[in-house]
């Protein structure tokens, strides 16, 4: 379980989190959905210790993670943009994650899932951004963790790779996993998602299952709800 | 962060840059000995070029290296490692490239040119150690630098002032007060005066080193009574000790507020 305690991040003059409380349950798939800079990525990214919060606390299993690290080899993590080093080839990379990870991963089937073989032994600088979230999701994958975090996961994939990958995702669902991501795929959520949690200006505007979020939007379409939600706000 | 620091050193040693680097000083040691048969000449005109560009190396090397592998440092934050070792073990792994491709270019030539029997041996290994000390502290300057500004462009000039203001403006200002309190007696005020510069203070050393300072009137008198003494030579080395330590721990605290 994932727990946000009064969580606070600036940007300069920008309040990204405002006063934050949330908690994420274990063995689910949550969805973070909320306009552009709503301060999805900045919630996870404090998660991860990447973005560091200015007040707050945030707690893995019922341990205060601030300031730590080795709490991350729980944690699988997709980031929003898939950057590495340009002069290495996907296997390189794997081989380095491995080694500095130190526990066991398993590559091949994600690089069979994704038909990769071609692509593995290209530099990475050559490699399409398609292909290269693909690489990205290999390198986060291929881990056995209890919790994985994916920003964006659906950012240039093709029909069968986005397929493959939401299989993938219920699998691990099954096998007791606790996922969060964020998307603007409204598909995604719709099969995918058990929870979803509506960020707005820092704040969380709705936490709850998809039916209870149509049925309060008086609608059918998760798509419609959320363009309600935002013209409400807007009006305001 | 050993296993970053491979990496990183890894990364280097396929970095052409590195081996231009290390050609450079290779073929300007080796041009200066068939120059020359003085060895304490070249030692001078070496310390004279040395002492500017190591400085300007490690500063701009750093800062480009830096935004280079900013991917690659925001890959290995998000595993399981903290932060000071990874900004430890990458900056380790181009302090120490450097340092080499430094060392092995000085110091290749004057092994073939026979220096290694001669009398003034100490004074080019005193060079040697000064020239890594300030490819350390300028390099340590870089990765501050670059991790307070985003902004490449900004980074870059702020790089480029900086080594001008070491290098060159600081001598003049040191100069221009020393005119302005001629009347006082100002033996205390330069001697803390140039254990400000890493770059004047490196200079010194190769000064008393050479036992040239006669050359250099009263105020070279006062420098070789203070910093010639043993107390003197202590200093010297705990004030390079701090250049390189304080700056290593800002960087480190800088890090580790960052947000990526």
Redesign the interface.
């Known amino acids: 379980m994932i727990e946000f305690t009064n969580l606070n991040k600036s940007?300069g003059k920008n309040h990204v989190l405002n006063n934050l409380d949330l908690e994420i349950r274990g063995n689910s798939i949550t969805a973070v959905i909320g306009p552009n800079g709503s301060g999805k990525t900045t919630l996870i990214?404090s998660l991860?210790?990447?973005?560091?919060p200015d007040s707050g606390e945030i707690k893995l299993d019922g341990i205060n993670i601030l300031g730590?690290?080795?709490?991350?080899?729980q944690i699988a993590?997709l980031?929003q943009i898939a950057?590495?080093?340009?002069?290495l080839n996907g296997m390189e990379l794997i081989d380095?994650?491995k080694?500095?990870?130190n526990s066991p991963a398993n590559a091949n089937e994600l690089i069979q899932l994704f038909d990769f073989e071609k692509e593995l032994y290209k530099k990475v600088g050559t490699l399409s951004g398609g292909n290269k979230q693909k690489l990205n999701l290999l390198l986060c994958l291929m881990f056995d963790n209890p919790l994985i975090i994916l920003d964006e996961p659906s950012n240039g994939l093709d029909p069968i790779a986005l397929i493959n990958l939401k299989t993938y995702l219920k699998n691990l669902k099954l096998k007791g996993k606790t996922i969060v991501l964020t998307t603007h795929i409204m598909s995604f959520i719709e099969e995918l998602v058990d929870n979803i949690i509506f960020l707005l200006n820092g704040k969380i505007y709705y936490n709850g299952s998809l039916e209870k979020l149509l049925q309060m939007e008086n609608t059918n379409r998760l798509e419609l709800a959320i363009a309600n939600i935002l013209l409400k706000s807007q009006n305001k | 962060m050993f296993k970053i620091f491979k990496y990183s050193l890894y990364d280097m040693i396929r970095n052409r840059w590195l081996f231009y680097y290390m050609g450079f000083f290779l073929i300007l040691t080796s041009a200066l000995l068939i120059l020359s048969n003085d060895f304490t000449q070249v030692l001078i005109t070496l310390t004279n070029i040395i002492l500017a560009l190591t400085p300007l190396i490690g500063i701009i090397f750093g800062v480009i290296y830096y935004y280079n592998t900013k991917e690659f440092i925001e890959l290995l934050l998000t595993q399981p490692v903290d932060r000071k070792a990874v900004f430890s073990g990458v900056y380790f792994g181009l302090a120490v490239s450097l340092s080499l491709s430094l060392a092995s270019g000085v110091g290749i030539p004057l092994i073939l040119f026979g220096v290694l029997n001669s009398s003034v041996l100490v004074n080019y290994i005193v060079l040697i150690v000064l020239s890594i000390v300030l490819s350390i502290v300028f390099s340590l300057f870089s990765f501050i630098i670059s991790i307070k500004f985003d902004n490449k462009v900004k980074g870059f000039g702020i790089a480029i002032c900086l080594w001008l203001f070491f290098a060159l403006l600081y001598d003049g200002i040191f100069l221009i007060i020393l005119m302005l309190f001629k009347a006082y007696p100002l033996d205390n005020l330069s001697i803390v005066l140039s254990m400000l510069n890493p770059i004047g203070l490196a200079r010194v050393l190769i000064i008393i080193q050479l036992d040239i300072s006669a050359m250099m009137g009263y105020s070279g008198a006062v420098i070789k009574n203070f910093f010639g003494s043993s107390l003197g030579s202590m200093l010297i080395t705990l004030v390079l000790v701090l250049w390189i330590t304080i700056p290593y721990y800002y960087m480190i605290r800088l890090s580790k507020a960052k947000d990526f």
């Open positions: 940007f990214k991860l210790g990447l973005v560091i730590k690290s080795k709490f991350r080899n993590y980031p950057r590495f080093p340009e002069n380095m994650i080694n500095l990870r």
